[in-house]
């Protein structure tokens, strides 16, 4: 199995910065797409960012500008850097890893156990 820890949420003023990060681990043979996605109350989970193993992005409209998502291979760790941030961006962050197990596999998509950032005065 893999496992995903994140870390980095927490308590922000608005204007005001986090870096989240998520750390993969177990059984891997290599990781396709890493990405961070964010439920708020009464919401449906929606797609932040996502970086491809080329390392090509992809944001949402909401965070373009703001946010900048990054991995470092080696560390098998996917990171989201949040800056100018606003109350909208409250809401619980996962972080999703698509991975291949072994060769030949289908991918297996992964996520982590979610970690609350709140944007509040």
């Known amino acids: 199995q893999v496992q995903l820890v994140e870390s980095g949420g927490g308590l922000v003023q608005p204007g005001g910065s986090l870096r989240l990060s998520c750390a993969a681990s177990g059984r891997i043979f290599s990781i396709n797409a890493m990405g961070w996605y964010r439920q708020a109350p009464g919401k449906q989970r929606e797609l932040v960012a996502q970086?491809?193993?080329?390392?090509?992005?992809n944001y949402a409209d909401s965070v373009k500008g703001r946010f900048t998502i990054s991995r470092d291979n080696a560390k098998n760790t996917v990171y989201l850097q949040m800056n100018s941030l606003k109350p909208e961006d409250t809401a619980v962050y996962y972080c999703?890893?698509?991975?291949?197990?072994?060769?030949?596999?289908?991918?297996?998509?992964?996520w982590g156990q979610g970690t609350q950032v709140t944007v509040s005065s």
């Open positions: 970086i491809t193993s080329g390392g090509s992005t």
């Open positions: 999703n890893v698509r991975v291949f197990v072994a060769p030949f596999r289908p991918l297996d998509d992964y």
